[in-house]
């Protein structure tokens, strides 16, 4: 990650936060307007092992010297007619060839961009789509572009924990007490007084094999059921 001439230390931080998320170490900064390892922690939290390793140049040279693809993010047109990508489309050419070395992404200072000296340096020029309005913040740019970085590059993603609470699915006994006990509850509240029972099961059937209810929480809707029905017999004085 490059970043021409950045003028907002918070926006640098921001930045850092966002290639902890997605998974990028290395920073370079060209004549940052300010730079504080010390207040770029104090924003992005527990990421010392990023911004430790930032290095700031006087010169755009250092930072792209051993590169084998260089990736230019702008959002306005230029006179030259180079030919633009979207992000989501230069995801996977920088993945490709990031294999056979570090591939920079270059974004420019937060008023007026990358200048065109810095544009002819790369073989990819690379814009975000939006509206109109295009101007976005320096650090939303970034993550936009890591983003697409990461979804072209899955095996990097983190692997979400299982449900703490994971369930079988439920037998058809199950799934037949369940429906055999919210009938019940339902014909004590006259709920089928101006309804036909056997429509009203069949959806209510349709209703968890669609959401696809697995043994706990199917047990869980008959036990809602079944306090229908004690509550029901309180409250008609069978139960003291």
């Known amino acids: 990650m490059v970043l021409y001439e950045p003028q907002d230390p918070v926006n640098v931080g921001s930045v850092v936060r966002a290639m902890k998320n997605m998974g990028v170490e290395d920073l370079h900064l060209i004549r940052p307007k300010s730079f504080d390892p010390a207040g770029i922690e104090r924003i992005a939290h527990a990421t010392g092992d990023i911004s430790g390793r930032i290095r700031v140049h006087a010169a755009l040279e250092p930072a792209l010297a051993d590169c084998v693809m260089v990736a230019a993010f702008t959002a306005r047109r230029r006179a030259a007619k180079r030919a633009l990508v979207d992000a989501r489309d230069a995801a996977p050419r920088l ?9 920079a992404l270059v974004f420019g200072r937060e008023d007026r961009g990358l200048p065109n000296e810095v544009l002819d ?3 990819l020029v690379v814009t975000i789509p939006t509206t109109e309005y295009a101007s976005l913040n320096l650090a939303q740019a970034v993550m936009l572009a890591l983003y ?6 899955p095996e990097a993603s983190r692997k979400l924990a299982p449900p703490r609470k994971n369930a079988p699915p439920p037998t058809d006994e199950e799934r037949e007490r369940t429906c055999a006990d919210a009938r019940r509850a339902l014909e004590a509240l006259d709920f089928f007084k101006t309804r036909n029972p056997e429509h009203v099961m069949r959806s209510l059937r349709a209703l968890t094999a669609r959401a696809g209810a697995d043994a706990r929480e199917l047990t869980l809707l008959r036990a809602m059921a079944i306090e229908v029905l004690r509550t029901i017999d309180r409250l008609r004085g069978g139960i003291a």
């Open 95 to 103: 993945l490709a060839e990031a294999s056979a070395g570090p591939a």
């Open 121 to 123: 340096r790369a073989q």
């Open 148 to 153: 697409e970085l990461h979804l072209a590059a």
